[in-house]
T-cell receptor, first 113, second 116 residues
């Protein structure tokens, strides 16, 4: 069974540009979480989607947004990129309504120049 | 979600048991203790979780104190491949209507270094 998959693996952008990251959850999982992990730091909660709706978001500015599609895949959009947005962006999925353990993808490393 | 406190780093000799402590003194009665680990540059991996009873699986054992204010993750025979950052988090095992259930705060974890 395929795990959580994320794309792209690496992404390089310049300040002011927009980045789009994608995530496919494990089959049967309807909850998708996004985390940001800056170099040497812990995981910071970004967004949680379940059944196509945003259920909760962390302390990030509105230029961090996303959506969940009918097939439960998700994308994270970061607008007006800033240098400090450089980080590993991790996606995780779980069973419906945030139950059970999280299964993480390998992440998308975003570098902003 | 309750906050957790972990030592920033620990060392363990290969073949020995690694005991990783976690304090969660403000844990609520409906919050589970979860452990994850993150090997360098990879996505975090689920290890084990528990509510109040001790738990064991093929990867590790979880010992939760009777007052549930702290727990210990035990890797019985650490290997070099167990070198990683270990995260202890507490989480409400409820649905989306429990608003804080989703804000899983991982913190900075314990960096375990297993040596020869």
């Amino acid at each position: 069974e395929a795990g959580v998959t994320q794309s792209p693996t690496h992404l390089i952008k310049t300040r002011g540009q927009q980045a789009t990251l994608r995530c496919s959850p494990i089959s049967g999982h309807t909850s998708v979480y996004w985390y940001q992990q800056a170099l040497g730091l812990g995981l910071q909660f970004l967004l949680w989607y379940d059944e196509g709706e945003e259920r909760n978001r962390g302390n990030f500015p509105p230029r961090f947004s996303g959506r969940q599609f009918p097939n439960y895949s998700s994308e994270l959009n970061v607008n007006a990129l800033e240098l400090e947005d450089s980080a590993l962006y991790l996606c995780a999925s779980s069973l419906a309504a945030g139950l059970g353990e999280l299964f993480f993808g390998e992440g998308s490393r975003l570098t902003v120049l | 979600d309750a906050k957790t406190t972990q030592p920033p780093s620990m060392d363990c000799a290969e073949g020995r048991a690694a005991n990783l402590p976690c304090n969660h003194s403000t844990i609520s009665g409906n919050e589970y203790v979860y452990w994850y680990r993150q090997i360098h540059s990879q996505g975090p991996q689920y290890i084990i979780h528990g509510l109040k009873n001790n738990e064991t699986n093929e990867m590790a054992s979880l010992i939760i104190t009777e007052d549930r204010k702290s727990s210990t993750l035990i890797l019985p025979h650490a290997t070099l491949r167990d070198t990683a950052v270990y995260y202890c988090i507490v989480r409400v095992a409820g649905g989306w209507d429990t608003g804080t259930a989703s804000k899983l705060t991982f913190g900075t974890g314990t960096r375990l270094q297993v040596t020869l």
